[in-house]
């Protein structure tokens, strides 16, 4: 198993490009987590996904959208790029009920 | 609006020491508190609470949540260089989300 995957590792943005962030989990997860991480504040979530064809908002949504149009998949887009959404992304998939969250490697973005 | 502090925010010892990470919390519908181990890439599960005073244990690492208090601590006896990371607690609020605390980044010398 793979576990939790994301594409790209790493990547550049001009302001105002687009891009979208793959996540993927191969471990039958109903539940899929966008979050970013910035020095000093631990991780933020941005969006969820409590299923296939349903997304929510999390605590910092603005800018960002996603689609999770396959279990297995969940993307996360950035229309617009700001520099300050210059950040580690994390993916992280679960299971429904008390259990732990599975991560992925993580995409350092940098918008110049 | 929720809220999670940890204690300290970096911490420097020695091989050999043992140290206790704090974490305090102010969230509503709490449902367990997770805590995981960061160090260059993805958070690492170590444990999950969800019973005030059962001590959960991992070889030299352990682990308590004190409901009435709203805290948890970590703590790691006799540290070697690999547990240098940063650590993450996390309630669970609701549903399976979960609010992330600033974390503690702790460096142990040789």
């Known amino acids: ?112 | 609006e929720d809220k999670v502090v940890q204690s300290p925010l970096s911490l420097v010892v020695h091989e050999g020491d043992t140290v206790t990470l704090n974490c305090s919390y102010e969230v509503t519908n709490f449902r367990s508190l997770l805590w995981y181990k960061q160090e260059k890439k993805a958070p690492t599960f170590l444990f999950m609470l969800t019973s005030s005073g059962i001590e959960k244990k991992s070889g030299r690492l352990s682990s308590i949540l004190d409901k009435k208090e709203l805290s948890s601590i970590l703590n790691i006896t006799a540290t070697q260089t690999g547990d240098s990371a940063i650590y993450l607690c996390a309630p669970n609020i609701y549903g399976q989300n979960f609010v992330f605390g600033p974390g503690t980044r702790l460096s142990v010398l040789p």
């Open chain 1, 1 to 112: 198993n793979a576990g939790v995957t994301q594409t790209p590792k790493f990547r550049v943005l001009k302001t105002g490009q687009s891009m979208t962030l793959l996540c993927a989990q191969d471990m039958n997860h109903e539940y899929m987590y966008w979050y970013r991480q910035d020095p000093g504040m631990g991780l933020r979530l941005i969006h969820y996904s409590v299923g296939e064809g349903t997304t929510a908002k999390g605590e910092v949504p603005d800018g960002y959208n996603v689609s999770r149009l396959k279990k297995q998949n969940f993307l996360l887009g950035l229309e617009s790029a700001a520099p300050s959404q210059t950040s580690v992304y994390f993916c992280a998939s679960s299971y429904p009920g008390l259990v732990e969250q599975y991560f992925g490697p993580g995409t350092r973005l940098t918008v110049t």
